[in-house]
């Protein structure tokens, strides 16, 4: 069974610091990894996908990507109170050209 | 303005019952997918349809059932057969690829 881990949280960090969040996937041959922003009562919404080792920058955003080491982390810059939520890494399988298999989610909450 | 409609918001369910949830899409994706989530818990896959008139059972499938006889609708029947069907129900769509989901907005089913 493909896997994708995440630490539940919840993960508390003060307005204005920075939030890291990480997931770590069991499936070697990935290649595209994403992350999801879900609040509470609503649907996922899609701030991030990375394909390649590296980092990837968005606004507030960073998505790392290190596939020898299978984990993907997203970083949140000046972190606000409107991000908390849950969020949820993707990792779309191998051989499937649509299949996303999904983490249980991390659950940020910022402090003011 | 494309995206995927779910309806209804909110459903309920009597014992013994069948119900039918709809996902409709205008983004022209090929691929569409039903997730159910459970509180503090991440997404599970249900049923995906990558083209019309083809669909495959994801990993909790037992007391599920969808059809897909046009690209833009993917309906989900919640039969009787499923003994716990209370969750928050997510349908999703993508092009090839799977560069990331598109969701919407989700039914929440509950057993009265």
């Known amino acids: 069974q493909k896997e994708v881990e995440q630490n539940s949280g919840p993960l508390s960090v003060p307005e204005g610091a920075i939030a890291s969040l990480n997931c770590t996937y069991s499936d070697r041959g990935s290649q595209s990894f994403f992350w999801y922003r879900q609040y509470s009562g609503k649907s996922p919404e899609l701030i991030m996908s990375i394909y390649s080792n590296g980092d990837k920058e968005d606004g507030r955003f960073t998505a790392q990507l290190n596939k020898a080491s299978q984990y993907v982390s997203l970083l949140i810059r000046d972190s606000q109170p409107s991000d908390s939520a849950t969020y949820l890494c993707a990792v779309k399988e191998e051989y499937s050209s649509y299949k996303l298999i999904f983490g249980s989610g991390t659950r940020l909450l910022v402090r003011p | 303005d494309g995206g995927i409609t779910q309806s209804p918001k909110y459903l309920f369910r009597k014992e013994g019952q069948n119900v039918t949830l709809s996902c409709e899409q205008n983004?022209?994706?090929?691929?569409m997918y039903w997730y159910r989530q459970d509180p503090g818990q991440g997404l599970r896959l249900i049923y995906y349809s990558q083209i019309v008139n083809d669909f495959q059972k994801g990993d909790i499938a037992e007391g599920y059932s969808v059809s897909r006889e046009k690209k833009e609708s993917f309906p989900l029947t919640v039969t009787s057969a499923q003994k716990n069907p209370t969750a928050f129900y997510l349908c999703?769509?993508?092009?090839?690829?799977?560069?990331?989901?598109?969701f919407g907005s989700g039914t929440r089913l509950t057993v009265v």
């Open positions: 999703a769509s993508s092009v090839r690829g799977g560069y990331g989901y598109t």
């Open positions: 983004l022209n994706h090929d691929a």
